[in-house]
């Protein structure tokens, strides 16, 4: 049984920096794909940023140029960079991974991890 926790979120000014992170416990395999989710409030989940098992990235078009998702196949954590933050923003982060080569909008992962809260103020 995978857990994901993310850690990280917190209060943040528009135009600064978090870096959050998330860590994989049991059996965990280098063929998952991760990703980053948000949720803001009264909205459906969003794909940020998704890496494959062979570390390709992809962006959201809306964070493209501010974010960077990283992991370490080793240790299982995974990253996610982001700068410039903008208030709309505000949302819950989730960590995500799938057993599967990537993680898309159309094939969204299946393994969750409980969210940590960004807020971005204006």
């Known amino acids: 049984q995978v857990q994901l926790v993310e850690s990280g979120g917190g209060l943040v000014q528009a135009g600064g920096s978090l870096k959050l992170s998330c860590a994989a416990s049991?059996?965990?395999?280098?063929?998952?794909?991760m990703a980053w989710y948000r949720q803001a409030l009264g909205r459906q989940r969003e794909l940020v940023a998704a890496i494959s098992s062979g570390r390709s990235t992809n962006y959201a078009d809306s964070v493209k140029g501010r974010v960077t998702i990283s992991r370490d196949h080793a240790k299982n954590p995974m990253y996610l960079q982001m700068n410039n933050l903008k208030p709309e923003e505000t949302s819950v982060y989730y960590c995500?991974?799938?057993?599967?080569?990537?993680?898309?909008?159309?094939?969204?992962?299946?393994?969750w991890g409980q969210g940590t809260q960004i807020t971005v103020s204006s």
């Open positions: 995500a991974a799938d057993n599967r080569i990537t993680i898309t909008t159309q094939m969204p992962a299946r393994c």
């Open positions: 049991g059996i965990f395999f280098s063929i998952y794909a």
